[in-house]
């Protein structure tokens, strides 16, 4: 992830790492470091699937903007 984002040239502050219930430790994280991105990256393509079917309301009430990507 990190060599994609510097290909990108995109700036980045800090990078995280959690453990936990995804949908605790996301929220828990933005709020903690303010975070403007969220950046989460997938492997195959069901795991896009399963992403926004185990977090469908975290998506849709994401309190910063989401990028997925595919990696």
Same mark, same amino acid.
């Given at each position: 992830?990190?060599?994609? &984002?510097? @290909? %990108? #040239?995109?700036?980045?502050?800090?990078?995280?790492? +959690? +453990?936990? $219930?995804? #949908? /605790?430790?996301?929220r828990h994280s933005i709020k #903690?470091? /303010?975070?403007? &991105? *969220?950046?989460?990256?997938?492997?195959?393509? @069901?795991? *896009?699937?399963?992403?926004?079917?185990?977090?469908?309301? *975290? $998506?849709? @009430? %994401?309190? +910063?903007?989401l990028l997925l990507v595919k990696?």
């Amino acid at each position: 992830m990190k060599e994609q &984002l510097q @290909n %990108m #040239e995109v700036a980045v502050d800090k990078y995280l790492v +959690c +453990c936990g $219930v995804i #949908e /605790n430790e996301i929220r828990h994280s933005i709020k #903690e470091h /303010n975070i403007d &991105l *969220l950046i989460m990256g997938h492997h195959k393509t @069901n795991a *896009l699937t399963q992403i926004f079917s185990e977090a469908a309301a *975290l $998506v849709r @009430n %994401m309190p +910063c903007d989401l990028l997925l990507v595919k990696i």
